[in-house]
């Protein structure tokens, strides 16, 4: 594999998962990539929001006011970017709390539909397949899951810092924490929950860099920033109804999968 690590540039790397896209595992920092990733843009239609996010909008509305919460405890400045804001749940909480002139940006034309909508000219949208981005400075700036969906993560985020984040600006970053014990797990329960949710729980499809609690830390120093606050949280994933005893069994054992890759939630200001 003559694909350097993302995370450290090592080159000691291993093939974990062999399918429609090949899963790394670095031997030098244990980070993981998939090569080569499949874009995922254009899976963000207005049904994908539909069916991911309507059933759990109660819960993001909880989380997202925590965070909001926890920007207001560090003082956090507006006016806040969204850098993957979906259908704008979090820039609603951030209206909600005073927070003005927020900004969305994503790769998804239904979704910054669907954020004007619910927001009109009370934030401001950008989309992402735009050639360039504007030229602001915001106090603060979000990754909400969204930093795993970019492609050349580290020279996009250090753009963002350098370029559209302010002086002393706070940087929030939610991610999974996917580490090897969890993937050793995964591989172990594969006969039972299968190829398709095997692949799906450890993010080799759709995915480009994934992180854990340690090559975060150090991808957040690599931005120039410090970090303030770190927590971690349950994964928010809704389960379809199961049916019989087999299919109970197996969200069962899908439930406790999910449960070892909490979010890392990341609070940390711009040097
Ligand atoms: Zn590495």
């Known amino acids: 594999m003559n694909v350097p690590c993302p995370h450290c540039s090592g080159s000691r790397l291993q093939i974990v998962l062999d399918g429609a896209s090949k899963s790394l595992h670095c031997r ?13 843009d254009a899976l963000y239609n207005i049904g994908y929001y539909f069916r991911n996010y309507t059933p759990r909008r109660e819960l993001q509305l909880h989380q997202f006011r925590n965070y909001v ?17 979906g259908s704008g749940v979090l820039l609603e909480v951030l209206t909600e709390a005073g927070f003005e002139d927020s900004c969305g940006a994503d790769v998804s034309v239904d979704a910054l539909a669907v954020v004007k909508q619910k927001l009109g000219n009370r934030v401001t949208t ?14 603060t700036i979000c990754l909400m899951d969204s930093l795993s969906h970019i492609p050349d993560v580290e020279q996009v985020a250090n753009r963002l810092v350098q370029e559209n984040l302010a002086a002393g600006g706070t940087l929030l970053i939610r991610t999974p924490n996917i580490t090897d014990s969890y993937f050793r797990l995964a591989r172990l329960l594969k006969p039972i929950i299968g190829l398709r949710a095997y692949t799906k729980l ?4 759709f995915r480009y860099v994934l992180f854990n609690d340690k090559n975060i830390r150090r991808f957040v120093k690599r931005l120039g920033c410090e970090i303030l606050h770190e927590r971690e949280e349950d994964e928010m994933l809704v389960y379809p109804p199961s049916r019989g005893i087999v ?5 069962v054992v ?5 449960k070892r890759i909490p979010s890392m939630v990341i609070l940390s200001r711009k040097q």
């Open 28 to 40: 030098d920092c244990g980070g993981r990539f998939n090569v080569p990733a499949r874009s995922t």
């Open 202 to 205: 450890t993010f080799a499809d």
């Open 126 to 139: 950008i989309p992402l397949q735009r050639e360039s981005f504007p030229d602001t400075k915001f106090g």
């Open 254 to 258: 899908l439930k406790i999968l999910q």
């Open 69 to 85: 919460t926890l920007l207001q405890e560090y003082g956090a400045r507006g006016p806040v970017l969204d850098y993957g804001c």
């Open 247 to 251: 299919s109970a069994g197996r969200t």
